[in-house]
Every structure is written in structure tokens, then in C-alpha cells.
């Protein structure tokens, strides 16, 4: 054996045994309330002290005193000490079913070879106090036999470096005379033979006692040696708890076989070989066929069970009445129903009396055996072996009936629907106390949701809001409303303003500065155009000067010359719609396609060329055949002018002629039409008269520089208000112009630099209202480090929380924080409600109604379960004992035999192995 095993094994010996001076069983130098001085009784019932320790080595009862006495105080006082020593006895029984009165006699004193105080009885003679006819009786207790003091014993090896004498620990004195003289030889010969060394004072021959006298540790060392024990005739009745000595036999065996190397091994091996448990969950780890239940239990005294039963190391506790007797009756009788033993082990009689009564109820008494001291009981458990051997025919038929194998099927048809509705239930229970999806539990979102109260729409957003992360934002949505109820009012000046989240106090200074000098800025320019234009212009109008110099200076550029500016003053009065560039573009098409190929007939008047489309026609007509044509050669009254025109125009007359006279005269009367619309705009001044291509192109570029720089001039916001070039020259219009960006030269520089700080609507209202920079300096001096803090807060928002806010403001109308955090919270809560019970449907069984069904089946069935389970777990109980039955050659049953003459011969020894 390692010798770390031995020395926890020692160890445990040790404390089982309590081998220190604090043991009343080794060292009692003055007797308290638990013990008696035998001589106090003497003659109180008429004979000497030594009588008691007579009749209790002869196995007899004995009479001690009265328990009242009116003639003897000394018999009534010794009476009060019994009493009291009595209810002691009765409530230690009471409490751990041990029964620890006795009488200690001899006494040993002396010190070990330690130097260690020795004084303490050598025997042990297990009584109980009784009251018969008014006189205290001392009776040895049934099956429980003189013993020697194990805790000595222990003690005088362990101390003397010797190994412990098991003969003397086993000893029962069954075999030895009972008479006093021969009990006290027998006792002399045993210590002779032992290794105690002991003086065996001649005293203890003598048939009575001395006095138990109460000594000082100092002054009961005074003139001992080490190593020297010495026997004195006194006897001491008290409580000496041996409860534990019946294990030392167990631990000195392992202590001298070394058969254990190392303890870890030692109960690893006997240990069940489940990994261990990653979870405190073991409810569906095991099928309902598994499990026998005849006692009721909740889900706590349920988890429990399976993790027993699966072989997991478990404590259970809790205070009266939650139910761990039950929990242990369950275990039992699951086991029973597997085919196992079981050994039920507690300090407490109580403890053990409830689990057996539990089991009694439920008809499980023939198969137990409550042993509170095991000789007491001896007997009883006797009789139950031989009532269930005598009953083995009976077990036999009871087994086999119809009913027993229909109690199976039933059992496992239940156990079966017991599992799925446990497994619907289960999957409820994972969906609502899943965590996963959106950092909480469903049921905790049901909580604290309300459908009808008021909501946002969240179907977008709500799944990048999970409530593990959501203090983040709560946190960044309080700070939010915390700034947002000022500085996010309509009525507040720097409500739309650049952000100032890079600002630094630095800022505030070019703030205030740049405020100022648009109101210098703005006055200086409101003079100036005053001064030379007679009016003023707002700062949008200035800004859109700025923005369309180009067009302006594109204006000069077109009306260079005289021309074009008169074309420009006619076409400023109209409407945009009037003068369409793409109109006078398509009538230029139209126009330019009269000159192409052989071109438009130019010699007749416009007036004339109706009458000669007219001759034309009839001619070309009359020319068609033969006599047509000798007609209009002789008597045609067109013949002249159609000769005439072709001479003009070189064409000859014949059929080429006419074709080409019509084409040209086509062209001509298309080039009439164009020019009359072109006549009937009167914004289009010198429409030529000729029919010179030249010419007309020229006119037409000028129309349509003049008609671009009627368009950039119209685009220019409010520039008709302060120049009318209608009433200018070309030279005092190009003045004006000129004027006015002089003032403006700068503003663009200016405009850059007072962007970094203000926004165009800002610098609009500077302009516009008088009061408004004030406001905005008083404001900022207020405000500016909260506006900093706030513009870093709105950049630091993502997309959809900024959408979540202008939400819950547009729906709330206030920055009110409670009302707009429970509107959030009631509505991310319903839009995840909507989204889990769509993705696990089994959620709904709550508004359905299923779950009541299922869970009122659960019910009944597993009522119904309990009490077939408490049927076969009967069976299995009659079956383990009928299982396995020999017989000889004449079909007599052998099994039992033996056992069964051992259980019920008069005189019990042990039974049989059989």
C-alpha cells in the first residue's frame, strides 16, 4: 500500500475511533449530567453496588431503587440522575437510532506509552433504564453483548506503536461463563493472552466497587508512569456512543491487506463510467421506459433521480418537507424494478423511519429491512426472509397472470407519450428560453411588451438590436434626448447647422467671428448696390450672381456686337417659353433646306406665285398630250409667263423644264411660309427680305447669340430687378455688369471660409433678420461645448439608429426620455415576438390553448404511470425472489432450503450464504 493511502486510511480510522483526550469512552476524569457512578447505588434497593455488575454479566435484569422513595433522599436524588440519564438515551435513539447507554466496568487508569491519560472502563455492557411497579429497572439490551472498549483497544495500539488486537475488538463474550467468579477468570485469561499489558489488581476478585471520584487532569497525572495501566473495581453507567466501532474491523482489514494502492483509482473504479456532466440537466438524457416512479415528484426531485441514475455524484439538500425522503423512495424503488439492491445509510433514526414508512404505504415492507442496531433487529428481519420464502409459490403465480404482461405494454405506451409530450413541451421550453437569436428570452420579451400601446415600425432595423448589446444604444438614445429637448427645437438657431463634432474651444471664437462678418459683409454690400443699382438684393441673390459669372461673362462675349445686342433687347421682355431656341433651330432647318440642290425659284414676285403655281399646273397638264399641246402653244393665255419664268431661271421648255420649274417653285413657296412665321415673332427684329442664303445664315447666327444671351440673362436670379437692358445701351449694359461683380469679387473667398462654420440657410437668415446673429452668439456661447458633444454622438449613430430616433420622435412629438425608451423597448420587443414565433411556430401554443391539453394529458398520464410503475415494481421485487428456483430429482425445491431453517430455528446465529 502507498503510503499516503495508509495514512488517510489511519487517518479516518482515527476519527472514527476519536483516539484524543476529549473521548469520554478513553479518558473520563469527572462524571457529568450523561453518566452515573454505579456505587451511588448501592443499597438503595437493598444490596450492594456489585449485584448490578452480577446480574449484567448473567444476562439479568435488575432492580436499582425506587422512583420515589418518601423515606430515602439518597434513592430519589440517584432517581433524578436516572431520569434524566433515561431521556438522553431516548432522545439520542430518537435522533440517529443509536442506543449508546451502558455500564463501563473495570475501570482502566494509567497513561499510555506516549504519556498519554488513560482512564476509562474496559467493558462495555449495553443496558436500558425501565420503570416496572415504581422501581427503576437496568436491563441489558436483547442481542446487544458485553464488548470490549473498542476505543481503548484502538488507543493502546495506536499510542504503544502496536497493531491493533482484532480479537479483543470482536470479542462478544458469548462462549464464556456467566457466573461472576468464572466471567472474572475468563477476563483475566483474555488479557493474559492479549497484548494489553494491565495490572489485574487482586481488588477486582472482590465483589463490590469503589467510588468514581472526580479528579483534575493535574492532579489524577501525579505519580503515574508511561506505560502503566492498572484495573480498579469501579463502574460507571452513561452514554458511550460506539456507533463507529462497528466499522474498525473494515478499515483495519484494508489497512493490513494492501489491497488499495490509491484511493482516486479505488473510486474511480467503482464509479459509473459517464463522462462527466457538462450540465446540471440531465431530464432528457434517460426515456420514460426507464424510469419506475411510484412516488410524485416535481422537476427538482425528477432532475435529481436521472442523475443518480446515470451514475453522477450528487449532493441534495434542502430544509424539511422539499422532498428528499421522497426523492430517495423514488430511487429505491426504480432500483428494485432494475433488479439492484440497495443500502440506505443515516446517522438520523428519524430520517430513516420517514423512508421506510413511505415505502411501507406503498406495499413495499415485505422486501425491506430497517435496521436501527443490528442485533436488536436481528429477529424481525428473520421472520420477513422466512415470510417471502414461504410465499414463493404465491410470487410465482402472481408473476405470470395475464395482468403482468399487460402492465408492461401499458407501461411502455405510456412512457411513450409521456416522451413526446415531454419533447413538444421541452421544445417550447428551448424556444422560449432561447437566448440565441436576439440576446434574451422570449418570455422575458412577452414580459415586458405591451401590443396595445403604441409602436414604430421596426421590420427593417429590429434584428440589429439584440438585447445582450442593447444598453449600448439605450445608453447613446438617453444621452441623445438628454441634448436633442434643446438644441433640437424647432425654434433653435443652431438646430441646422455645421457639424461641430471637430470642433475644438478654439472655434468658437472664428464662430463668433465669421457670424459678424457676414452681417458687416452683407450691410456693405446692401449699400453698394443701393448706391449704383437703387435697390438691394437678398443673400440668395447675391450667391446666384456668384454662382452664374460665367453665364455673365458668356452675355458679353454674345453681344459683341451692336446687332446682337439689338436682337438681345427685343427678346428680353419675353418669356422663356416665347423665345424656344429649338424653335427657331427647327425653323432654320426648314428654312436652309429651301436652298438645297437646285434651290427655290427667285425671280417672281411673292405675290405672283400663287397665280404662277396655278399656270404651272395647267400647262404641265394641258402638255400631257398631243393636242393638249398644240392648244397651249397656240391659244394659252399662260404660255408667256411660264416661258418667261424658265427663261429666267435657264430651263429649258420642254418636260425636264417644267419638272424642274415646279421643284424650284416647291422650294420658293416653302421658304415663303417659313419666312412669315418668322415675320410673326416680334422679338425676331430684321428678318431678311432677299432671298440670299448668306444673309440668312448670317441673321440667324446673330438670333441665336442673342437669343443665348436672353437665356443666360433670364437665368440669373433677380439681375432684371436692378439692370433693364431694354433701356441701356450695349456700352452702359456691359457697364453695368462690370459694376456689379466688382462688389461680388470677393465673396467666393469669403463664402469658403464662413462655410466651415455656418450653413447657407444660416447665413440666409443673418441677412434676412436683424436679430438672428445675436441669437446665434448668445446661443453658442451657451450651448457650444453640448452642441460639440451632441454632432460627436449623431456621427456616431449607425444608419439605422439614427432611423430608429426620427421614429420615435415623429411618433412621440416630444424628447420626452421614459416616453421614448418605452416606446422603443415595447416595440423591438413585439418585432422579435413576430419574428421568433414565425421561426419556431411551436410558440404559439400559449394563445392556441394546446399547451393546456398537453400539459392536462401530462398530468393524467403520469398519475396512471405512477401507479402501474408501483405495480412493477412489485413484480420485479416477488421476481427477483422467485428468479433462478432449484430442484432435485422429486421436483422439490432446494432454493431456500437451508436459509429458511436458518430464519426460523430458535436460536439465530447469521443466516446462511445461500
Known amino acids: 500500500m502507498v503510503a499516503q493511502t495508509k495514512k488517510i486510511l489511519t487517518t479516518y480510522l482515527r476519527r472514527l475511533t476519536n483516539l484524543s483526550g476529549n473521548n469520554r469512552s478513553l479518558f473520563l476524569p469527572r462524571l457529568s449530567d450523561q453518566f452515573i457512578d454505579i456505587q451511588e447505588l448501592s443499597q438503595l434497593n437493598g444490596e450492594n453496588a456489585f449485584s448490578i455488575i452480577k446480574a449484567l454479566i448473567a444476562e439479568k435484569q435488575k432492580i436499582i431503587c425506587p422512583v420515589v422513595d418518601t423515606r430515602m433522599e439518597a434513592a430519589n436524588e440517584a432517581s433524578k440522575k436516572l431520569k434524566k440519564l433515561q431521556r438522553i438515551d431516548q432522545l439520542i435513539f430518537?435522533?440517529?437510532?443509536?442506543?449508546?447507554?451502558?455500564?463501563?466496568?473495570?475501570?482502566?487508569?494509567?497513561?499510555?506509552?506516549?504519556?498519554?491519560?488513560v482512564r476509562c472502563p474496559l467493558l462495555f455492557f449495553p443496558v436500558s433504564l425501565k420503570v416496572h411497579n415504581n422501581q427503576w429497572v437496568l436491563e441489558p439490551r436483547e442481542e446487544a453483548g458485553i464488548t470490549f472498549n473498542k476505543s481503548f483497544v484502538l488507543a493502546y495500539a495506536f499510542y504503544n506503536k502496536l497493531k491493533p488486537d482484532e480479537s479483543l475488538l470482536e470479542e462478544t463474550f458469548e462462549?464464556?461463563?456467566?457466573?461472576?467468579?468464572?466471567?472474572?477468570?475468563?477476563?483475566?485469561?483474555?488479557?493474559?493472552?492479549?497484548?494489553?499489558?494491565?495490572?489485574?489488581?487482586?481488588?477486582?476478585?472482590?465483589?463490590?466497587?469503589?467510588h468514581f471520584v472526580n479528579i483534575k487532569r493535574e492532579e489524577f497525572e501525579e505519580g503515574l508512569k508511561n506505560g502503566e495501566l492498572k484495573l480498579f473495581p469501579k463502574a460507571v453507567m452513561g452514554i458511550f456512543p460506539q456507533a463507529g466501532s462497528s466499522l474498525v474491523p473494515d478499515y483495519l482489514k484494508l489497512l493490513d491487506n494492501d489491497s488499495i494502492q490509491d484511493l482516486e483509482e479505488f473510486f474511480q473504479m467503482r464509479s459509473s463510467s459517464e463522462t462527466p456532466a457538462s450540465t446540471n440537466n440531465f431530464l432528457q438524457e434517460i426515456k420514460e421506459e426507464k424510469v419506475y416512479t411510484a412516488f410524485p415528484q416535481d422537476v427538482w426531485q425528477e432532475n435529481a433521480f436521472k442523475a443518480a441514475k446515470l451514475g453522477h455524484s450528487l449532493v441534495v439538500q434542502g430544509p424539511p418537507g422539499t422532498g428528499k425522503s421522497q426523492l430517495i423512495c423514488n430511487l429505491i424503488g426504480d432500483a428494485l424494478a432494475s433488479g439492484k439492491r440497495v443500502l440506505v445509510v443515516c446517522q438520523k433514526r428519524a430520517a430513516l423511519d420517514v423512508v421506510f414508512?413511505?415505502?411501507?404505504?406503498?406495499?413495499?415492507?415485505?422486501?425491506?429491512?430497517?435496521?436501527?442496531?443490528?442485533?436488536?433487529?436481528?429477529?424481525?428481519?428473520?421472520?420477513?426472509?422466512?415470510?417471502?420464502?414461504?410465499?414463493?409459490?404465491?410470487?410465482?403465480?402472481?408473476n405470470i397472470n395475464i395482468d403482468a404482461i399487460q402492465l408492461e405494454r401499458k407501461f411502455l405506451q405510456l412512457s411513450h407519450r409521456i416522451d413526446q409530450i415531454t419533447e413538444e413541451l421541452e421544445s417550447f421550453k428551448r424556444a422560449l428560453f432561447d437566448v440565441s437569436a436576439c440576446g434574451t428570452t422570449i418570455k422575458e420579451l412577452y414580459l415586458q411588451s405591451d401590443p396595445s400601446q403604441a409602436i414604430i415600425n421596426l421590420k427593417q432595423e429590429f434584428q440589429h438590436f439584440r438585447f445582450d448589446t442593447l444598453p449600448d444604444f439605450l445608453r447613446k438614445l438617453?444621452?441623445?434626448?438628454?441634448?436633442?429637448?434643446?438644441?433640437?427645437?424647432?425654434?433653435?438657431?443652431?438646430?441646422?447647422?455645421?457639424?461641430?463634432?471637430?470642433?475644438?474651444?478654439?472655434?468658437?471664437?472664428q464662430i463668433k467671428k465669421a457670424i459678424q462678418d457676414v452681417t458687416n459683409y452683407f450691410n456693405a454690400l446692401s449699400e453698394y448696390s443701393i448706391e449704383h443699382f437703387g435697390t438691394r438684393l437678398d443673400w440668395e441673390q447675391y450667391e446666384a450672381l456668384i454662382e452664374m459669372e460665367p453665364q455673365v461673362e458668356e452675355i458679353r462675349t454674345l453681344i459683341e456686337q451692336e446687332i446682337v445686342y439689338q436682337y438681345f433687347q427685343s427678346m428680353v421682355p419675353e418669356q422663356d417659353d416665347e423665345t424656344s431656341s429649338l424653335w427657331l433651330s427647327n425653323i432654320e432647318k426648314n428654312l436652309m433646306s429651301c436652298f438645297m440642290d437646285i434651290g427655290p425659284e427667285a425671280h417672281t414676285p411673292a405675290f405672283q406665285l400663287g397665280a404662277l403655281q396655278k399656270a404651272l399646273y395647267r400647262s404641265m397638264k394641258a402638255r400631257k398630250s398631243l393636242i393638249g399641246l398644240v392648244r397651249w402653244e397656240l391659244f394659252s393665255k399662260d404660255k408667256f409667263l411660264i416661258k418667261r419664268t424658265l427663261v429666267q431661271n435657264n430651263l429649258e421648255s420642254n418636260k425636264q423644264g417644267f419638272k424642274t420649274l415646279e421643284k424650284k417653285l416647291d422650294s420658293r413657296l416653302n421658304l415663303e411660309h417659313n419666312l412669315s412665321k418668322l415675320k410673326n415673332k416680334t422679338w425676331l427684329k430684321n428678318v431678311p427680305e432677299t432671298l440670299d442664303q448668306k444673309e440668312f445664315i448670317r441673321w440667324f447666327a446673330d438670333q441665336h447669340f442673342a437669343l443665348q444671351a436672353k437665356l443666360n440673362f433670364s437665368s440669373i436670379r433677380g439681375i432684371k430687378n436692378i439692370i433693364n437692358p431694354v433701356k441701356l445701351s450695349a456700352s452702359a449694359f456691359k457697364q453695368k455688369l462690370a459694376t456689379l461683380y466688382v462688389q461680388l469679387a470677393n465673396l467666393p473667398t469669403l463664402r469658403t471660409t464662413w462655410a466651415n462654420y455656418l450653413t447657407h440657410a444660416q447665413i440666409n437668415s443673418i441677412t434676412q433678420q436683424p436679430d438672428f446673429s445675436r441669437k446665434l452668439i448668445e446661443n453658442l456661447k451657451a450651448d457650444f461645448d453640448a452642441l460639440c458633444e451632441f454632432d460627436v454622438l449623431q456621427e456616431s449613430l449607425t444608419a439605422d439608429e439614427r432611423s430608429i430616433l426620427n421614429k420615435l420622435h415623429e411618433q412621440t412629438q416630444s424628447w420626452d426620455e421614459y416616453l421614448i425608451k418605452g416606446l422603443f423597448i415595447n416595440s423591438l420587443s413585439l418585432a422579435w415576438i413576430e419574428h421568433l414565433e414565425v421561426r419556431s411556430p411551436e410558440l404559439r401554443m400559449v394563445s392556441s390553448g394546446k399547451i393546456n391539453l398537453l400539459e392536462n394529458e401530462l398530468r393524467d398520464l403520469l398519475t396512471e404511470k405512477q401507479n402501474i410503475s408501483e405495480e412493477i415494481i412489485l413484480m420485479r421485487a416477488r421476481e427477483k425472489v422467485v428468479d433462478d428456483l432449484k430442484f432435485n430429482r422429486l421436483n422439490n425445491r432446494v432454493t431456500y432450503r437451508d436459509l429458511l431453517h436458518q430464519t426460523t430455528k430458535r436460536k439465530k446465529y447469521g443466516p446462511s450464504e445461500n
Open 175 to 210: 462462549e464464556i461463563d456467566r457466573e461472576n467468579t468464572a466471567f472474572k477468570t475468563a477476563l483475566y485469561q483474555i488479557l493474559e493472552k492479549s497484548q494489553l499489558e494491565i495490572h489485574f489488581n487482586p481488588d477486582n476478585y472482590r465483589e463490590e466497587l469503589t
Open 94 to 117: 430518537e435522533e440517529r437510532g443509536s442506543q449508546d447507554l451502558h455500564v463501563g466496568w473495570p475501570v482502566v487508569q494509567g497513561k499510555f506509552m506516549d504519556g498519554t491519560l
Open 357 to 398: 414508512s413511505r415505502l411501507k404505504a406503498h406495499q413495499l415492507n415485505d422486501y425491506l429491512a430497517l435496521v436501527h442496531d443490528f442485533k436488536n433487529d436481528r429477529k424481525e428481519i428473520y421472520q420477513k426472509i422466512a415470510h417471502q420464502i414461504e410465499r414463493v409459490d404465491e410470487y410465482k403465480s402472481k
Open 478 to 509: 438617453n444621452s441623445y434626448v438628454h441634448y436633442a429637448v434643446n438644441l433640437n427645437r424647432d425654434d433653435y438657431p443652431w438646430k441646422d447647422r455645421k457639424s461641430f463634432s471637430s470642433f475644438t474651444s478654439l472655434d468658437e471664437s
